[in-house]
């Protein structure tokens, strides 16, 4: 028995209109295509995120909103949250994180953040000075 529906085949037509359908328009079944449609779970592209090191900037110190000048041992945190990064320092293993000044910009994409965080650590880590 024949149902009256007529499968259409790339070879047949192609383009997008097309692909997946049948002659009377239905969808034809899905193909499987592993991956589609997911999204890692990462908490989304504006969720939270930092990353920390350990750092001892040069003779003229971090200079903070908070606080002024810093020196001495210290850890910077490189926060992206809500589109922005921020760095932020604290004397090690202290409670209290200072925001660094004029550190607070604008980041499209949550991907780019291990590449900010590097190049924070590359310009503020001076131990030789």
Do not use: C, F
Not at 4 to 20: F, I
């Amino acid at each position: 028995m024949h149902s009256g529906k007529r499968v259409v085949t790339a070879n047949e037509e192609s383009g997008p209109a097309a692909a997946g359908m049948t002659a009377d328009g239905t969808a034809e079944t899905p193909a499987a295509v592993p991956g589609a449609g997911m999204v890692a779970d990462s908490g989304g592209a504006t969720a939270p995120q930092s990353r920390t090191s350990d750092i001892v900037p040069g003779p003229g110190g971090v200079m903070t909103d908070e606080v002024g000048v810093v020196t001495g041992d210290l850890t910077l945190r490189t926060e992206y949250a809500d589109g922005k990064v921020t760095l932020r320092v604290q004397y090690k293993d202290a409670d209290e994180w200072y925001a660094v000044t004029g550190t607070s910009v604008a980041l499209a994409d949550a991907a780019g953040l291990d590449a900010v965080h590097g190049v924070a650590v590359g310009l503020l880590h001076r131990p030789e000075g």
